[in-house]
């Protein structure tokens, strides 16, 4: 088998990478669970681009997963949840980050991973949440003309065509 | 064409003679029966023709087109019964809808359908093109192609096998056979 | 020169499934590309939130169904880790058996498709008929030629029939001869090399940033497989090789998924005499807690598919998040077409294995 040169365990296991989160950023972020290879984290809105530069420069996190929505109606509360991976510790990360319901707004990370690029506008345009700073803010999926945001939960599926 | 006219015809213009005599054959043919001989004889001949050479749309929406792609390889192979897939809808007889149909292609597929030269048929292929299928509770899917496409034949599964595919196929032969009008297009 | 937009799509017979490619072309050379898609979305997230968790297996079947059985794997994995599930060994062998059998015929489907593109109806006959073989196979297991709906909840729905080693020894016997001479009905043919090699480059590193996984990850020479890196299902038993290249042009793509192939026929017969004896399924609970969530990640035939799911407190989740690999890739199509002329896209973009039920949703 080949060398893997960039990837395999690199040594920083997930563990390390949460106690040098939070030593960096003791404030904004939350550590729910760190193991070998996953770290659960939430991060406030204001400190994300931060700590996303930090996961990118620091730790290799160079695989942007997913990156998606979740409507809390009742709480009044959205979330963004962003699942970053890194190649050579072989680590995944969790990331949640709240924002109101009624200003979803957040900083987007788009210019420091492309593969977050489709996701980001696949999210405004079924939630609403609106990533400032992104390239090219505009619906994806749905037709043009939509005016409603599908997956939010006070909008009842059901046939409308 | 009126017959009293007839010692007039020499003192016609090239015109009015053009008017007068235009109906002529039609009508000749129509009182002795002509039309409905030549109707009956070219009617199952045109219908031999067409069935055997149904040239469907190659167009492929969703699961149901792999079924499709699978019907036209070796061990179902559709092409023995004359279906050779073309690219262009100016060349098909058939549009095979294989999928659910949403509103961002649903104004394309009128389209396709308008672009496709008469006689042209639809095959609904599927249970998301027949009604809609699991997504019936789907904001962006049309619930049914005949919602604003005509019909033909249905095909159920979900989806179809490629036996069944080949089985509606057939059943469009037994349509296009009963239903095929003779040269003059009239019934 | 005048520069316009060319709309390659919805309808076009190179498209793999429904979606606009618009180029823009100055002459014959692509100067940008802008791909649009959304002519398949139904909304699957949102549909699935209004049922319950086993019948969302069908449903996660028609995501991507070039490769079904990966999808709904994807998706009891994402359930077995919001509810904690264990699931038992002889069904992890089963999965794994399954899933390598999957991933051969999509990858089949995929040279079939690509046959087509280039204009050769011959690499589309041979691959369908060797796809029949193992379509075959999965029929005899559980009934279906496309959607199996066979992964459950805790396991599998049924055990192997009778004659299972049997009939998958002989049809990767064959297949393994088979292909031999297929590979070479490319690899020696001037025309298809001529066509291949040199278009489509993406390096190494702009295809991890712009999150492209799968062959056309490991086509650019990143070595990254999620069976290795983070092993799922029996992959941590069983022994076989990443396949990569380093030219990072669409031969080199084609060359991966052909080795692959070669490589799940290696992991079938090791699985297959490895495979314990035991129960196949476990019986989940009907319910999730409220606010509990679990994710999965795999290597689907076309890259790294993610599911990540958030219970109700009923039987219905209330929130399942699809990462769909093609969606990525193809966002990263315009780096691999811009500088190559319009008769390049259809090698260019066969050569990325889509599938527009998983992109759309």
Known sequence: ?161 | MDMRLAPHAIAMSAQEFLAWSRDLMEQLMQASGGKKAVDKITAPIWSWALRNANYPLHFGIACCALEMAAASGSRFDAERLGMIFRSSPRQTDVLLINGWVTAKLRPDLRRLYEQMAEPHWVVAMGECAISGGPWYDSYNTVQGVDTFIPVDVYIPGCPPRPEAMIDGFMKLHKKINKEMKGTFLED | MAEMWLNMGPQHPMTHGLWNLRVKIDGETIVEAEPVVGYLHRGWEKIAENRMYPQIIPLADRLCYGASMSWEHLYCNTIEDMMELEVPDRAKYIRSIVLEAQRIGSHLMWLAALGTDLGSYTIFLYSVRERELFLDLMQNLCGARLTYNYCRIGGVRNDVPANFERDFDRVLTHFEKKMSGLEALMDQSTVFRMRMEDVGYISGEQARNLGVTGPNLRGSGVEYDVRKDDPYEAYADLDFQVCYENEGDAFARYRVRMDEMYESCKIIRQAIKQMPKGPYRLKPPRTAEKGKSGWAHVEDPRGEGFMYAIGNGTDRPYRLKVRSPIFVTVSAAPVMLVGYKVADVPAIMGSVDMCLGETDR
Do not use: C
């Open chain 1, 1 to 161: 088998m080949a060398q893997r040169e960039g990837l395999g365990p690199g040594g920083k296991t997930g563990e390390v990478i949460a106690q040098a989160l939070i030593e960096q950023f003791p404030e904004y972020i939350k550590i729910k669970k760190a193991t070998h290879n996953r770290v659960y984290a939430m991060v406030d809105k204001t400190a994300w681009l931060k700590v996303a530069t930090y996961m990118k420069d620091k730790f290799e996190f160079d695989h942007v997963t997913a990156v998606s929505g979740v409507d809390w109606l009742e709480e009044k509360k959205m979330w963004v949840v962003s699942h970053i991976t890194s190649y050579s510790n072989q680590v995944t990360a969790e990331i949640i980050v709240e924002l109101p319901r009624d200003k979803p707004e957040i900083d987007s990370v788009s210019n420091l991973w492309g593969g977050a690029n489709w996701h980001e506008r696949e999210t405004y345009d079924m939630f609403g949440i609106i990533f400032l700073g992104h390239p090219r803010m505009e619906r994806i999926l749905t037709p043009e003309g939509t005016d409603y945001f599908p997956y939010r939960k006070d909008f009842v599926g059901g046939r409308r065509v």
